[in-house]
């Protein structure tokens, strides 16, 4: 009985190419959408378990609240928090501190930046990275100690043993040696700790004893182990204790001088959280900054609507075709099959149908994924599909989608009266209202996903073009070391010598560095401020544009400030605010111009107060800031590299160009707006061939009606507009569902930006007419088809 | 064998009942060849579905091999018919994705017949209807003389004691209508299966033992030949 099913399903698939191939097409995406996002989700998910303390791990966050009551939330500590915890919470059997190095690694004579961490020499006893080579309880041990992990030390020592040697490694801007202590397995890219090299953390303490001050003097991770058994409430109950036994007092002096709404405290985020945690600590010093499950819902979400779209093909062509198959049926049911049966043969049906789409979604999926990693910022393979609870996983995916696709037809189908459809007498329900209720349903989505990608489009476009109160283009940063860094003048001097630089300055961090100062103005605290070191040629060089007062007039001017118009409204001045004072750590400077707002930051945040002034030293300056002349781009490249080296020999060179800085701001968005615009165009495309299916099918059966039209004296353009009025009107009915849905949606999104398109109804219009071009165009060449038959043909043989 | 005692079968439209078959009643003996005759309409193809389970009656009394077809529920007529019954139709309605050995094999399949019994039943059949040669075959590649061999291989398949024909020769040309009648008679003859058949052609009628004539829903007349 199988066989015979299997056959006969098998004939109907390779009979009907058209049917076959668009629920084949149409699955295998969709399948492959949902394969996707469950290799995205389980890598999500699957964050710092491999860690055999993971449960008893957590970080030592901090909460509380600034000056002025707003929340403040952080995961970044002094070395003497955990210290201190531990001495005082038996609790906690063991604590590691984290974080990250320079990274700078000599081979020969180049440097070459790795990912470096410093750790406690508990590292390996809290978290599980075993060593390949070495003794993980003292690798650490030593100031001088280093321990590689594989890929590492396969790049430095090739396949030889690495443990004994020694690599340069920069600390504290020199280079020392350090002795390979060990060799440890490659950390899983699913870890928060990723690491090519660990040393000893310890030795960056300049202080190791406990002053109250040290508590809020804060650079790096710290992590605790606690004892098996223990309660996380009860300790971060001792933790809060602890904390104000210690710092109480300058607490209280604090609360003093700024108010006493400012609060902190210190509790345990747990380890395997930390990746999906919706906390929003700053994931800093080279840990896998966290993410959000939102991404996963979303991408979940989208993938469902794909497939949905692709199984409401599949249900209504095998409706569509029951009329073709009716015969089939009402004989089989002659013969003897029970209904039963026969809605057994048409699952089976549908299960093969799905399992060859599930294949052909394999071999799309491993085609996809580089492009999906590279938008997903993963690097996940196809060899995570093969483990025992995914491939589980995936057999139900391939049930489910057989019964959600296969069932209700199989109910329908396997109704038929035999005695209709035999003597000629069955005809299709008229009116298919589930058939067109299905096809709003897919028109819908799409509409959604299309208006959606529209109006990121355009707020993109915005975000990018809007004037920025500046001139990024053809800016280029680049980046002075840390440690000895030699000042910008220097580089100044040297490379104004060429004409393909057309002007340099300097800044003290780059637009996206973080730069808050709190500033006394106009007997107020203003808090959230900003604030860049810039020299005075700066505001030339970018095309700033002042609104009142002057410009720096020398490089040695440390007494005057600009500030923006947003200063200015902060601190309330009344009058020209040209000849106030500005005071920051008790030392006053005068105001001598006012800048108009420009957006140092992304679009999606306002334009905060913000003070320029002029370094005192020049070493306070660590980013160059070259305008090139874009004719001559690599050229000037190569110059500004070459420069580097001679002057900074022990740095590799990092640079960036200001309008990939500030794109690079949008990333997210970017790749939700490139995410969007696939899923839309998937959904578009599976609907798209639906309906052509049901568009050829429907015209199939409606062929005797054409023909008698036709005879009757009806003109081809007439049977053209009845033939595509009826999918027409579900466009309009989908429109009429999905506009007011992507309005609201798109609304709420746009919120998030501050600087924001306006929406107005062209979007809505711009959708609603290229869906009805689509549909017209996909159900409008089988109508043309149809209007052209010679009616004779249709109607001779009866 | 079987038995049809004031069966009506009417729609109701409006206020009015449109009877298709009108308190008709009628007996058919184990091994009768009945052929049955009547214009467009006088009920002839819903008297051979009543008669076949494919269909009810709105009323009468219904027997079929001793059994109140009439008080059986769906499954209990199912498998009834599934034992005894084959049907024969104008269109021939094979199987389009199935070869002439499958198509024939079918009826078996939902009998849960093994595999290997299937095969030499089938292989029987092609053999004795003369068509080994097309077994591998789809329908759409026979003439129509040579479909209707295989619905009516097909429906002897199972070796059913009563054989259902509607208007077996409709769709054929006389010379092959001629051959499917004589294949009639010699399957009624020596495997003493009863036959019910209807049909527009006097010729063809005449091939029967008896001959029923429907007009309006009612027998008109009966001619024993």
Redesign the interface.
């Known amino acids: 009985m199988l066989k015979n099913y299997f056959k006969t399903a098998w004939r109907n698939i390779t009979r009907n190419k058209l049917f076959s191939a668009i629920n084949i097409t149409g699955l295998s995406i969709g399948l492959g959408c949902v394969m996707l996002i469950i290799l995205y989700v389980q890598d999500e998910v699957s964050f710092d378990r491999f860690n055999d303390n993971g449960r008893r791990i957590y970080q030592i966050v901090h909460h509380g609240r600034g000056p002025e009551g707003d929340e403040q939330k952080g995961s970044i500590t002094g070395a003497v928090h955990a210290a201190m915890f531990r001495q005082e919470i038996p609790e906690i059997q063991d604590i590691c501190r984290v974080n990250s190095s320079s990274g700078l690694v000599k081979k020969g004579t180049e440097v070459i930046s790795e990912r470096g961490m410093y750790v406690d020499d508990s590292f390996f006893k809290v978290f599980t990275f075993p060593l390949v080579e070495g003794n993980s309880s003292t690798a650490l041990a030593g100031p001088n100690n280093i321990v590689l992990a594989e890929s590492l030390a396969k790049k430095y020592f090739g396949n030889a043993n690495a443990v004994g040697k020694t690599l340069q490694i920069n600390v504290d801007g020199k280079f020392e040696p350090f002795v390979v202590t060990g060799v440890a397995k490659q950390p899983p890219l699913n870890s928060t700790i990723r690491f090519d090299y660990v040393m000893n953390i310890t030795r960056t303490f300049q202080k190791q004893e406990w002053k109250a001050n040290d508590l809020f003097t804060t650079w790096l991770n710290s992590f605790i182990l606690l004892r098996p058994g223990a309660d996380r409430a009860a300790v971060e109950k001792k933790m809060e204790r602890v904390f104000n036994s210690y710092a109480g007092k300058l607490m209280a002096d604090i609360r003093k001088q700024y108010g006493n709404k400012i609060y902190i405290k210190y509790v345990l985020q747990p380890y395997l959280n930390i990746h999906l945690d919706k906390g929003n600590y700053y994931a800093g010093n080279g840990l896998t900054p966290n993410s959000k499950s939102d991404y996963s819902y979303i991408l979940g979400g989208i993938a469902l609507f794909i497939l949905i779209i692709a199984c409401i093909n599949f249900v209504n062509l095998t409706l569509s075709r029951s009329l073709r198959r009716s015969k089939e049926i009402g004989i089989r049911k002659v013969s003897g099959s029970s209904r039963g049966m026969l809605i057994g043969q048409f699952m089976g049906e549908s299960l093969l149908l799905t399992l060859l789409a599930f294949t052909l979604a394999l071999a799309l999926v491993s085609i996809c994924l580089p492009f999906f990693n590279e938008v997903a910022e993963k690097q996940l393979q196809l060899s995570y599909l093969f483990n025992p609870q995914t491939i589980l996983l995936f057999l139900g995916l391939i049930v489910l989608n057989a019964v959600l696709s296969g069932f209700y037809p199989a109910l329908v189908l396997s109704g038929f009266n035999p005695v209709e459809t035999l003597y000629g007498k069955f005809k299709i329900a008229g009116n298919n209202y589930l058939g067109k209720a299905l096809v709003v349903v897919q028109l819908s989505i799409a509409v959604l996903l299309a208006i959606g990608t529209i109006i990121m489009q355009k707020q993109f476009n915005y975000m990018l073009n809007k004037d920025l109160g500046y001139k990024p283009d053809n800016i280029v940063n680049v980046y002075m070391p840390f440690n000895n860094n030699p000042g910008t003048n220097i580089f100044k001097s040297e490379l104004s010598k060429y004409p393909f630089i057309k002007g340099v300055t300097a800044q003290n961090t780059a637009f996206d560095g973080f730069t808050g100062r709190q500033f006394k103005a106009n007997n107020k605290d203003l808090f959230s401020t900003q604030f860049f070191d810039v020299d005075n040629n700066f505001i030339n060089l970018m095309q700033m544009k002042l609104v009142s007062g002057r410009n720096f007039s020398s490089t040695t001017d440390t007494v005057s400030c600009i500030v923006n118009e947003s200063f200015v409204k902060a601190a309330g001045w009344k009058g020209s605010p040209i000849g106030e004072t500005v005071t920051w750590n008790d030392k006053p400077r005068e105001v001598i111009g006012v800048i108009k707002d420009f957006h140092s930051a992304s679009l999606q945040s306002t334009i905060a107060p913000l003070l320029l002034d002029q370094g005192i030293k020049d070493n306070n300056y660590y980013v160059l800031v070259v305008k090139i002349d874009p004719a001559k781009k690599a050229e000037a490249i190569q110059t500004i590299q070459a420069t580097y080296k001679r002057i900074v020999p022990d740095q590799p060179c990092n640079y960036s160009f200001l309008t990939d800085m500030l794109a690079d701001q949008y990333k997210s968005e970017k790749r939700w707006k490139s995410i969007i615009s696939t899923a839309s165009f998937i959904s578009i495309l599976i609907s798209c061939m639906g309906l052509f299916g049901l568009a050829t099918l429907s015209i199939e059966q409606r062929v005797k009606e054409i023909g008698v039209r036709k005879v009757l004296g009806a003109s081809s353009a007439a049977i053209v507009r009845l033939l595509s009025l009826s999918y027409l009107k579900l466009v309009l009915i989908s429109l009429v569902i999905a506009s007011p849905a992507a309005w609201y949606l798109m609304h709420r999104w746009l919120q998030d930006f501050p600087y924001r398109i306006e929406m107005n109804g062209w979007t809505i219009a711009l959708a609603a007419a290229g869906s009805i071009l689509i549909v017209l165009f996909t159900v409008g060449s089988q109508s043309i088809r149809a209007s052209m038959a010679n009616p004779v043909k249709s109607l001779r043989n009866e | 064998m079987l038995s049809l005692q004031h069966i009506s079968k009417y729609y109701q439209t409006g206020g009015n009942k449109t009877f298709v078959l009108n308190d008709l009643s009628l007996d058919i003996d184990q091994g009768e060849f009945v052929s049955i005759m009547g214009p467009s309409g006088s009920g002839k193809?819903t008297l051979l579905?009543i008669i076949?389970m494919?269909?009810e009656p709105t009323s009468g009394y219904h027997y079929f091999m001793d059994q109140p077809v009439h008080q059986l529920k769906e499954?209990q007529r199912?498998a009834l018919?599934?034992q005894y019954i084959g049907?024969v139709?104008q269109?021939y309605?094979?199987?389009?994705?199935?070869t002439v050995l499958?198509n024939i094999?079918?009826?078996l399949?939902?009998?849960?017949i093994k595999g290997a019994e299937r095969k030499a039943l089938v292989a029987d059949m092609l053999d004795r209807f003369n068509i080994v040669g097309k077994k591998d075959l789809f329908p759409a590649q026979l003439s129509g003389g040579q479909q209707q061999l295989v619905g009516i291989a097909?429906a002897l398949i199972?070796k059913p004691k009563l054989l259902l024909a509607d208007e077996p020769t409709g769709n054929l040309n006389s010379k092959q209508g001629e051959e499917i009648m004589e294949l009639f008679k010699k399957i009624n003859k020596e495997d003493g299966v009863t036959i019910i058949q209807v049909t527009h052609s006097e010729k063809n009628a005449e091939y029967g033992s008896r001959i029923i004539n429907l007009l309006d829903g009612r027998i008109e007349s009966t001619t024993t030949l």
């Not at chain 2, 309605?93 to 199935?98: A, F, K, Q, T």
């Open positions: 193809s579905n076949g494919l269909d499954k199912s018919y599934k049907f139709f269109a309605h094979l199987i389009d994705e199935l499958e094999e079918t009826p399949i939902y009998q849960n097909r199972g």
